[in-house]
Every structure is written in C-alpha cells, then in structure tokens.
C-alpha cells in the first residue's frame, strides 16, 4: 500500500509541475510579456507533446517501432475538421469549445479506426514487421487524402475520388487540403488535452494491462507461459497510442487556416520519434520536456538565419552526447540505487 | 504393428505402476492424470528431436525427467507447454486434448513453467513479476485501470496480499520492491518457480531448477519443492542433472536419450537400469 502511495504522490509532483508550466506560459501571454512567435507556437507545442507521449507508449513500453504515428494524426486532424464544420452546419453547435471536444473525440475515433485496421494483421507477427507497415500506412495515408474531396451543401456531407466537381462549399479539396477551417484550437485545450493523455497513458502503465503490456515488451516467451495474450496486449497500446494522436491531430488541424496531406509527412513521423528517443524511451516525462524543447528550438535560433538547422543537428548530438555520458549516467545511476534501497527498507519495515 | 511393439507400447504408458504409496492421501492414479502424452514426437525437418514420447503423471506426483545434453529434455517442456506444435502424437491437460492451442491456452488449462535460462521480467520489482503471473486470477479491464474505478482499487489490493503471500513461501516478501534483475542468481531461480505458481496451475514444470546452486540452496530447493506440492496439491514434473536432487524428491523418472524414452520407473530401478548407465557412461568394454 505504502509503495502505491509513494508512484501516485510522484504523480502528482510531476502534474504539479506541468500545470504550474501552464500557469507561467498563460500568464505570460496575457501579460504580453511572451514574443508573437513563440505565441503561436504554443498549441504546436501541446500537440507535440501528445504526439510524443502516445508514440513512447507504443515504442517505450510496449517495445514496438511505429513510423507512421503521423499519419494517424492526419487522419484525425481531417476527420476532426470535417466533423467541426458539419456540427456547425447541421447542428448549429455554436459552442466554440463544445465543438473543439467533439471534433477531438471524432478524430481519436477515426484514428483508432485506422489502427485497429492495421494492427490486427501486423502485430500477430514478430519482429520489424510493425515498422515497414506503418511506414507505408504513413505514406499511403497521405496519398490517399490527397484524392480525397469533401464538401458541405446545407448540412450535408459530399465525399468524392479524385473528382473535384462535387456542390456546396469545399472543405477539403485533395492536394490543396482543408482550406477555410476556423481556428478554435486555443492553448488551454491544448493544455487539457495533454493532461488528458498523461492521465491516460500513466494510468495504463500502472495497472494490470501496462504491466502486461511492458512484460510482453521484456521477453514475449515468458509472457505466453505466463497466459498473457501478446498481440491483445500489443494492440491496446498501439490503438490507445493511434487514439491519442487522432486526438492532437484535430487539435493541430484547427489551429491553421489551411491545412495540406504533405503537413503530415515521414519527417514529421520521424520527429515525433526523435522526441521519444532524445526523451529517452519508455520515459513519459523525458518525452514532454524533449518534445518542448526541440520545437521551441528552431524558433529560438531564428538568429542564426541559414545556420539553423546546422545548429539545431548540433544541439541534438549534444544532447545525446550528454544523455549517453558516463559520468552522467554512473551519477543518475547511484541516485537510481539509492532510491530502491529506500523501497526496499520501507517495504521491509512495512511487514514488521 | 508387431505384436512386441504393442505390448511394448502399453507397458510404457504407466510412469509409476503402483498407485500411491501413502505419502499423499489425496493422491489417485485412478482418476484423471494431470498430464497424459500419447505418442508425441516432433520433427524438424527430418530430425526427429522426440519420438514415441508417453507419459501419464497422477494428480500430486513429483515426476523427473532426466537425460543427457541433448536429449531432447527442453524439447519435451516446449511440446507440453505449445511452444513447438507437436507434429505427432497428442497431450492430454487434466483429461482435455491441447491439439490447435498455444502457449496461453495452455497455461490456463493448468500448465506453467520455469526456464533452464532465467527468464525474468529484469526491470519490473520481484512483486510487479508474481503481478504478471497473477494476470489472470486477479482482473479488471483496461478502462477500469485508466478510469481509476472502484475495482481497480480491490483488484489492485488484491493482487498485492496474494503477491506477498506467494513470496512469502520462498521467505521473499521482504525484496518484494526490489528490481528482479539485481536478485542473486538462486533468488531469480525461486523468484521464478513462485511466478509459475501464480498463474494457478495444476502442473508445474521446472526446467533444472537447481542450477547454479550450491549444495544447501539445493537441499532446501528440494524441501521447498514437496511444500508446494503438498500445499497447492499440484503436480511437479522436473528437468534436473542434480541426481541427488532427482533420486531425492522424483517418484517417478522417466529418462530420454536421443528424443526416445529408454527408462521409466522409481529411483530405484532407474539406478540399476542398465541402458540408462550405458547412455551416461558409456557401454562397458567386452571381456
């Protein structure tokens, strides 16, 4: 009981800390005291961070390589800004952040849709098999919704192929992607929204379903022998994951007017898993704060103008230099130790 | 089939010809066996690795199998547990035919094991690992663990008193929050042995549960072996080279040698079995 206390105050502290982060960011944009720039790279910010959070889940703790995490969030962030504009047409649903929520929820579904649909062939097998189909799903998804055309006429939804003549105004016109989208995504959803996915991924990873996820990630032979069903455990996380980002990813749909399919390239599949890896993998928390950083990096080296990217490369390797140090590592390590002899006095001071 | 080859065929069936010898009174030959293995043999690809392999182990039998390296000892845990598809013969669990299932099924008919190289989850704390044998005796599904509801809460206390209790016949509920991995190795070999008894099996199947321990770890291994057998009244089926161990605590051997069953029977026939000292030492010299 005693150890179930000490991981939920932990807990705590750490979403003490990313509220008290929110509170300082809020402040200062009505304050005035944060630049346009930075600004509005906040919701950007949020949405990476889910996105970083729910791929550690399927890379970290379940042990699978996903490269397609973005094209999950293209399909939610255009099923979510196809559902926004029928609720307002169809339903009148004039509640700005009413519809945000609700488009959210339709984008985590169609998302979760997209991976249901390709987990249950994929993750039966073993080995790499995961990573070269979300790849491909990632670079299907794209093309595919380049085709795709979908307009409104009074309140009702028209989808066509590779056809642009469809009635009503346009609301995703293939290559040219959503245009006309109003903006509702705001900084305190975005805030919410990360909350929100902390909870559920911390919450799963501490209970029986994480514990059997993370045990078919540590050795898959024991875990059979043990009555677990591997691949029923492997598609929790990676539909939970595929939930989350559908979610950011009508989030990030609706913080721009105009969004395209190329948004959602491999790059940016790519640089999601940077944040996981330079977060450290199976590390939630590592995940947010390396996830910040690196987007709020490319904005902050504006100075150096055409050297930008060469100093972003070599701030990652120095980072990763500093992550792999040994002296670091033997540091964090004796922390590490200490802490469990801490545990293990207590627990033995429990049974007495 | 040879008339010899029939008769042979039924005298290998039966492990221990005797039913019980008064040790257990629960102990009943008589009905349903734990375990019955009818023919069972596997290829890979024309190297048969067993053959011919029949066995019956009764309710609350402590069962040895035995063999030199290489006989085919793993070969056989891997049949019965559904690792391997056997590609012939048929397991019978507790009088049910296993033909089509896989590792998982087979554990919740009652089958759970041990590896010959420790297979722990290393960074999980030795009560998160007898957690994950528990999977499917304490559960609650996936929303009630991300909601936080009510049964999370029991099933998570739960799972928690019985982690201990099941430790606590090894006298290791004190390391219960230590990380698995930095357990000495014969605590890893015991850590594992009570995560197989979590799953609730009714067969229990070690794989050289001694080795690597010194003399007294292995003498109290053994005590602590019959104690979970008499405590859980399940059976034990064990893959030792510790003779002493085996001779010890077996009430029934059975000994492989290239995939095929060359002995069955006590520990005393088996000693004096003369194809089982030609297959460890080798076939005396003529004259």
Request: proline residues 3%; positive net charge.
């Amino acid at each position: 009981m005693k150890k179930l206390k000490k991981s939920t105050v932990n807990n705590l502290i750490s979403f003490g800390i990313v509220i008290i982060a929110f509170i300082i960011c809020q402040s200062m944009i009505a304050s005035g005291a944060m630049k346009r720039s930075l600004k509005g790279q906040m919701v950007p910010i949020c949405v990476y961070i889910v996105m970083a959070v729910s791929l550690n889940l399927v890379v970290g703790i379940s042990g699978e390589l996903s490269l397609g995490h973005a094209g999950f969030m293209s399909v939610g962030a255009f099923s979510g800004i196809i559902a926004s504009a029928w609720l307002r047409a169809a339903l009148h649903v004039d509640n700005e952040v009413l519809r945000l929520v609700l488009a959210m929820i339709v984008g985590g579904v169609f998302a979760g849709i997209a991976g249901v649909l390709i987990g249950i062939p994929v993750l039966r097998l073993r080995g790499d098999y995961l990573a070269i189909v979300t790849l491909a799903f990632g670079e299907i998804i794209r093309n595919v919704l380049n085709c795709l055309y979908f307009s409104l006429e009074e309140g009702r939804l028209h989808v066509s192929f590779n056809n642009p003549n469809i009635p009503g105004t346009m609301l995703v016109s293939g290559p040219q992607g959503a245009t006309g989208v109003d903006k509702i995504a705001t900084f305190p959803m975005g805030f919410a929204l990360i909350i929100f996915s902390l909870i559920v991924v911390m919450n799963l990873i501490n209970s029986r379903s994480g514990r059997a996820i993370m045990a078919t990630r540590d050795n898959r032979i024991a875990a059979e022998a043990m009555g677990i069903n591997v691949t029923k455990y492997k598609m929790m996380a990676f539909v939970t994951a595929a939930v989350l980002a559908g979610m950011a990813g009508a989030l990030y749909g609706m913080n721009f007017s105009t969004v395209a399919a190329s948004k959602f390239k491999f790059d940016t599949s790519i640089l999601v898993l940077v944040f996981v890896v330079l977060g450290g993998i199976g590390n939630i928390w590592g995940s947010i704060i390396a996830a910040t950083l690196l987007t709020v990096l490319p904005e902050l080296l504006r100075a150096f103008a055409d050297y930008r990217m060469l100093v972003y490369a070599i701030v990652l390797i120095l980072v990763m230099l500093v992550t792999n140090n040994p002296m670091l590592r033997s540091l964090f390590g004796q922390l590490a130790r200490r802490k469990g002899r801490d545990d293990q006095v207590q627990v033995g001071g429990a049974e007495e | 089939m040879t008339q010899t080859e029939g008769k042979k065929r039924l005298l290998d069936t039966k492990m221990v010809p005797a039913p019980s010898q008064g040790i257990i009174p629960e102990r009943d030959l008589l009905s349903t066996p734990v375990l019955e293995a009818r023919h069972l043999g596997i290829e890979f690809g024309g190297l048969k690795a067993v053959e011919d392999f029949n066995l019956i182990i009764g309710k609350t039998e402590i069962a040895g199998l035995i063999g030199p390296n290489g006989a085919g000892k793993t070969t056989v845990f891997n049949l019965l547990t559904k690792v391997y598809q056997p590609t012939m013969g048929t397991v019978l669990l507790n009088g049910k035919d296993t033909a089509g299932m896989n590792t998982v099924q087979a554990n919740k008919l009652g089958i759970a094991r041990t590896f010959q190289n420790i297979r722990l989850f290393d960074n999980m704390t030795v009560e998160d690992n007898v957690r994950i044998g528990l999977h499917n005796q304490v559960k609650y599904g996936m929303f009630t663990g991300i909601l936080r509801l009510p049964g999370y809460w029991k099933g998570e206390r739960r799972q928690h008193e019985k982690a201990l209790e099941l430790l606590s016949i090894f006298d290791m509920q004190d390391l219960a929050g230590v990380r698995a991995g930095s357990l000495p190795y014969g605590a890893q070999r015991r850590l594992e042995i009570v995560r197989a008894l979590a799953t609730n099996p009714s067969l229990l199947l070690l794989d050289e549960p001694a080795a690597g321990m010194n003399p007294h770890e292995t003498e109290e291994l053994m005590h602590n072996i019959i104690k979970i057998r008499d405590q859980f009244k399940i059976a034990v089926m064990l893959i030792e080279h510790d003779m002493n161990l085996v001779m010890g605590i077996c009430e029934g051997i059975c000994v492989l040698n290239y995939g095929r069953i060359i002995a069955k029977g006590t520990a005393d026939e088996i000693q004096a079995n003369p194809t089982v000292i030609e297959a460890y030492l080798g076939k005396k010299k003529e004259g």
